[in-house]
T-cell receptor, first 114, second 112 residues
Framework: GAGVSQTPSNKVTEKGKYVELRCDPISGHTALYWYRQSLGQGPEFLIYFQGTGAADDSGLPNDRFFAVRPEGSVSTLKIQRTERGDSAVYLC????????????FGPGTRLTVL | QKEVEQDPGPLSVPEGAIVSLNCTYSNSAFQYFMWYRQYSRKGPELLMY????GNKEDGRFTAQVDKSSKYISLFIRDSQPSDSATYLCAIGSGGSNYKLTFGKGTLLTVNP
């Protein structure tokens, strides 16, 4: 079956602009995660959804970052007033039922803030 | 001190070599240990996971965890050019081990 998909694959924006990154999890997966991977680093946890609700948003770096999952499937990561330091690959992952299940990652969205 | 330390390499080996990749971690409460493989411009994919100390084998791959030393390893036998990738150790925390803390990753190149 189809894996996790993320759009766009690449996003270039200017400092101060607003961006939205989309994640389509594997069909039927109830848990969804966002991670951020900076160059030369491992992914860093941002937020975890169980269904429609954010069960843990402790990794969001500041209030410019927000994520939603209104129908318990597709999720959108929103970044306001982008800064050059936000440049990274944003990875989405999903798992079947609970957070103990294997996390399957998408290919990521490469965000560049000029 | 970072929670998970991993030597970023790069590591270059000839085809057929045995590869050893390692991580150390600082929090003894960690209880779920994983290795992910990440090809260039792709998302990480899970290779192996374990909850306990000891060895776990899957084909050419062996994962080893030593909780007393807070040390985890991945061994790759008979390495192939297709194994060339970045290998990331990850440790699960949070109430149900969902919050993965990754090492920096080790870039491995297997030369034919």
């Amino acid at each position: 079956g189809a894996g996790v998909s993320q759009t766009p694959s690449n996003k270039v924006t200017e400092k101060g602009k607003y961006v939205e990154l989309r994640c389509d999890p594997i069909s039927g997966h109830t848990a969804l995660y966002w991670y951020r991977q900076s160059l030369g680093q491992g992914p860093e946890f941002l937020i975890y959804f169980q269904g429609t609700g954010a069960a843990d948003d402790s990794g969001l770096p500041n209030d410019r970052f927000f994520a939603v999952r209104p129908e318990g499937s597709v999720s959108t990561l929103k970044i306001q007033r982008t800064e050059r330091g936000d440049s990274a690959v944003y990875l989405c992952a999903s798992s079947l039922l609970s957070s103990t299940d294997t996390q399957y990652f998408g290919p990521g969205t490469r965000l560049t803030v000029l | 001190q970072k929670e998970v330390e991993q030597d970023p390499g790069p590591l270059s080996v000839p085809e057929g070599a045995i590869v050893s990749l390692n991580c150390t971690y600082s929090n003894s409460a960690f209880q779920y240990f994983m290795w992910y493989r990440q090809y260039s411009r792709k998302g990480p994919e899970l290779l192996m996971y374990t909850y306990s100390s000891g060895n776990k084998e899957d084909g050419r791959f062996t994962a080893q965890v030593d909780k007393s030393s807070k040390y985890i390893s991945l061994f790759i036998r008979d390495s192939q050019p297709s194994d060339s990738a970045t290998y990331l150790c990850a440790i699960g925390s949070g109430g149900s081990n969902y919050k993965l803390t990754f090492g920096k990753g080790t870039l491995l190149t297997v030369n034919p």
